[in-house]
């Protein structure tokens, strides 16, 4: 069983800058795909970006494009978010999730494995 756990989500103002982390353990992380997805209160979650297994392919929605970098680690297991610049808009909890499949994908449906969140919040 493989598990998710992210950190690094906080208060910032907004312009700031935050790096959050998703650690894994319990499967071959090097194998999957990872994704970022969000979920602002009162909205449906929705995809942030993406990276394949080996860290070479990214992908990201658009309204961060430009302003959030995601990377991995596979000798740490680890996949990171940063999100420069950020907006109120921004304010979410932001999930990580796994894909067994190497490549990912922008739908939550091809990911089976996610962790428990953690709040991002932007002030104005």
């Known amino acids: 069983q493989v598990q998710l756990v992210e950190s690094g989500g906080g208060l910032v103002e907004a312009g700031g800058s935050l790096r959050l982390s998703c650690a894994a353990s319990?499967?071959?992380?090097?194998?999957?795909?990872m994704g970022w997805f969000r979920q602002a209160p009162g909205k449906e979650r929705e995809f942030v970006a993406r990276?394949?297994?080996?860290?070479?392919?990214?992908y990201y929605a658009d309204s961060v494009k430009g302003r959030f970098t995601i990377s991995r680690d596979n000798a740490k297991n680890t996949v990171y978010l940063q999100m420069n610049s950020l907006k109120p808009d921004d304010t979410a909890v932001y999930y990580c999730?796994?894909?067994?499949?190497?490549?990912?994908?922008?739908?939550?449906?091809?990911?089976?494995?996610w962790g428990q969140g953690t709040q991002v919040t932007v002030s104005s």
């Open positions: 999730a796994a894909d067994r499949g190497g490549s990912g994908s922008n739908s939550e449906k091809q990911y089976v494995y």
């Open positions: 319990g499967g071959t992380f090097y194998t999957y795909a």
């Open positions: 990276i394949n297994w080996s860290g070479q392919s990214a």
